[in-house]
């Protein structure tokens, strides 16, 4: 089949770097020029676990395609996938301008283009109701060219997960295709065979604002256990319980399950914060009141500051004190740090004039980004932020702070840790990944999430 992939970032690329793996023929269209140019170069702009070899292969077999516009191939493909990004607006709702620019441009170019039977597909994560503004603003483009053509919009999101992206999308837990159409069941069938050929009803189909809250609801679930779990291990904390055996008493109730029972400084990412939030927008916008969803994203919130409250008073304030932060990624296995807790903690321990020396294995540069526009050049703060390039690359420090469980922090040796930092009083697991008599062993002040 013959794909366009709009948007390429982090869904986009990987889709479209798994659809020509698959054997279609597939277009990633991105506006961003020196991106396009870049990967035409065998640049990837993300980290990601796999797929610069799928990339490179691909697109030196020509199965995969790097174009700034989609005019260079709407005359002939099957399928245009919408992955551009959805970023919150001020108030908290999903900003649709990208998907309706989108939306814009297809309608435009099948006016002026022969364009096949094609169905317009949204994989990013967009409201309930979306899919109805994207075919207002699709054939009202349309419509000026006089031209009786037919697109069909379909909501297929994405449950991919930064990090082991591209093993989610060869091997999909399902995949949700929300159809107006029966007959476009046939099409989506035959696009996406090879993905679930262990199990055929992996591919759930559903009608279209079904397929939208999905997305929504899977999300926020997830988020609500995060958030519900680090509310149990404050309570550990001030109860003298420990969160680890209270996860596995609960984990190993079937009902419940082990997965996303982890207490830690507050969920990140592209998605979850931003999906909670626009899912709460819709709730006020329809009349409902999402009472739960409120509290989680609350918890969340403080969670986030967790870090700085317990290192701050062990080290009564931090004005000139020196921090040294381990991890910036949101997670392991990607250079995102969109809502990430480093991004609270580092704004902090920066503004409240502590010197910190950054470590992440590859969100530094990112993470260097953001501050200098946040900040701007010329202020202070900007100044306190000392990124490094070995985990241990500063001469002493007052605290650790540990915010991404990457696997190269898991295993210390706390007596380099004493010899090396004389004055670190405070390490401050926020992924609860150490043991703390071991750490309390070598002198120094441990806290974890509620062990
Ligand atoms: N990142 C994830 O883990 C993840 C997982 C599931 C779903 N999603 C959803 O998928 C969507 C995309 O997320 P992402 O993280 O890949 O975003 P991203 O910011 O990494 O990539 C978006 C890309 O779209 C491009 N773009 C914007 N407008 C365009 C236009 N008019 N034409 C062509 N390209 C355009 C941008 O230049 C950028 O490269 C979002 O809705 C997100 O919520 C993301």
Redesign the pocket.
């Known amino acids: 089949m013959n794909i366009a992939i709009?948007?390429?970032?982090?869904?986009?690329l990987v889709t479209g770097a798994c659809f020509a793996k698959m054997g279609h023929n597939v277009w990633c269209?991105?506006?961003?020029k020196n991106?396009i140019e870049g990967l035409k170069c065998g640049i990837i702009p993300i980290y990601e676990p796999g797929l610069e070899e799928i990339v490179r292969t691909n697109y030196q077999c020509g199965r995969l395609k790097f174009v700034t516009d989609l005019s260079e191939c709407i005359s002939e493909v099957n399928f245009i996938f919408s992955?551009?990004?959805?970023p919150p607006n001020e108030d908290g709702s999903a900003d649709l301008k990208?998907v309706l620019?989108?939306a814009k441009?297809v309608g435009e170019l099948a006016g002026e283009f022969p364009v096949k039977d094609v169905i317009f597909v949204t994989?990013?994560?967009v409201p309930v109701g979306t899919a109805e503004k994207v075919k207002n603003v699709l054939y009202s483009e349309i419509e000026k060219h006089h031209k009786p053509i037919s697109i069909h919009v379909a909501s297929n999101p994405?449950?991919?997960?930064?990090g082991s992206a591209v093993n989610d999308f060869m091997k999909p837990d399902r995949i949700v295709v929300g159809v107006e159409y029966e007959s476009d069941k046939e099409q989506f069938e035959y696009l996406y065979k090879p993905f679930v050929v262990d199990n055929p009803g992996k591919l759930i189909f559903t009608d279209v604002p079904s397929a939208e809250m999905i997305k929504y609801a899977a999300n926020s679930m997830l988020a609500t256990r995060i958030s519900f779990m680090n509310e149990i291990a404050n309570l550990c904390d001030k109860v003298g319980a420990n969160i680890d055996s209270v996860r596995m008493g609960i984990g190993t109730d079937t009902r419940i399950g082990k997965k996303f029972l982890y207490a830690g400084c507050g969920y990140g990412g592209?998605?979850f914060p931003k999906d909670v939030k626009a899912l709460i927008k819709t709730g006020m916008e329809n009349g409902e009141d999402m009472l739960l969803l409120n509290a989680v994203e609350k918890v969340n919130r403080e969670q986030k500051s967790l870090p700085l409250v317990k290192t701050r008073e062990e080290l009564e304030g931090f004005t000139g004190k020196k921090i040294l932060v381990w991890g910036l990624a949101f997670k392991p296995e990607t250079d995102d740090i969109r809502e990430a807790p480093s991004l609270t903690v580092l704004e902090s321990l920066a503004l409240e004039s502590a010197t910190v020396y950054a470590y992440d294995p590859v969100a530094k540069v990112n993470t260097n980004v953001y501050f200098t526009r946040r900040f701007g050049n010329a202020h202070y703060a900007l100044k306190n932020i000392n990124y490094i390039s070995d985990k241990f690359d500063c001469d002493d420090c007052d605290a650790i702070i540990l915010l991404t469980e990457w696997n190269e922090f898991r295993d210390i040796d706390w007596d380099y840790v004493k010899e090396k930092f004389p004055s670190c009083k405070v390490v401050f697991d926020g992924r609860n990944i150490y043991d703390r008599k071991e750490v309390e062993k070598h002198g120094f002040k441990y806290f974890g999430i509620g062990k």
């Open positions: 709009v948007g390429t970032g982090y869904v986009g269209v991105d506006i961003d991106k992955a551009v990004g959805t990208y620019a989108v441009r994989k990013s994560t994405e449950f991919l997960k930064e592209s998605c």
